[in-house]
């Protein structure tokens, strides 16, 4: 009878578990926040991290509530529900899982105006449950709680801000990218996120870059965000961060979007130079910077794309080559990592295998769609095709061969093709 009444027990604690669901959500004065339920409160920290990016780039006394409300000014307040108050935050604690929610491989937080569909479904349906009505400002995510995430939301909230200020680069000859992922860079060092080693080593990285490559009209997402921060930060030397945002801030009334001839003129007003002139300084700051190894070591893990491909190869990783990378990563970023761990990184991608199991099949083919649009990225629509080309490969051989094609293409394709660093450091005429 007791273990009738044990079983029971279980049975309604079990039903009671997965009624609770395994998402929490908080709702705090910036944000709803969703978030794991094992996991520690993350609320104070997301509120923290809020306050202290708003509070960099918008002027005192105004909220990202009020810049939301501005796109509404020609509609009656009667047609539409309330304006929306808050930001919805979703977090994650495991990067796979992470990974799989969003479809987007690789990525460690991201923003969303809209959220598509089949992205963040259960977060989503827990904070649809609980909050029925409640509309949003936009939606960021981050993973991963247990290790530092604070870097990402800050840089995914700057991300935001420039959403509601409708932020756009106007024809300047310059990639859009430098400034809108230079900016979200920038605030991570700002406010102190990033330290001030791995700012050097950015601006070593960006160094690198624009003594290899004299164009700033298409810069490689390997290296646009880190030359994007330093731009960034040149012009926070002499404008406080709201005059910055305010000259790439276009707003509902613009008409034909940014104007070339409007933003130049604004730029001279602000800054006391035009903007080529500003430009030549910036670079010329770029192409006078010491390079040391540790630098050129990051170029190179980046340029390569390590966390990339091995974000892909994840399900064929072991879990202790997995926090081998995180680490990796860390190591790279702060400077403590030696060619020895980049030769590492590289075998353990190249070697990456596992038991073509139902489980490692399926992880890897719900990555193609993922791969797809990296590789077209990174390697042009040619590549991509190879992609396309795995499904005929898992049709038509075994899934040993499967698994081989998919690891070779991971490591032939995610790579850039651009000027490697070049040991020594010395600039090219
Ligand atoms: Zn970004």
Redesign the pocket.
Known sequence: MWTRILAAALGAALWLGALAGEWRVGEIPCCYVVYPTPDESPLAKVQEIYQAVTGLWLPPGVSLGELAAQWRANISPQLLPPSPERALVVLYDDLEEYWRDVNYFGVEGLFYYAVPDGVLEGPLGEFAQREPAATVLGCVTACCLYRPWEATLA?ELT?MIQNLVGFEVPELGLDPDLLL?GM?RWTEYALGYRGSTEWKLAREMAAIWVREVDDLSTAPLFVAYELGATLVGKLAERLPPPAILGLFSWGPKATGGASREGFLVAFREAYGEGWDAFLRGWLAGLRTAEISREGELLYEFRRKSIMLRASFLWPLLSPGEREEFLQLKEAFYNGTASEKELQWAEETLANAWAEPTDGILSALERRQGSLKYWVRIISGPAASAEVTRLNIVRLSSSPEEYVRAFVDLVNTYLVFRVPAAQAGGAPRP
Do not use: C, D, L, N
């Open positions: 840089h991300h992922e979200a």
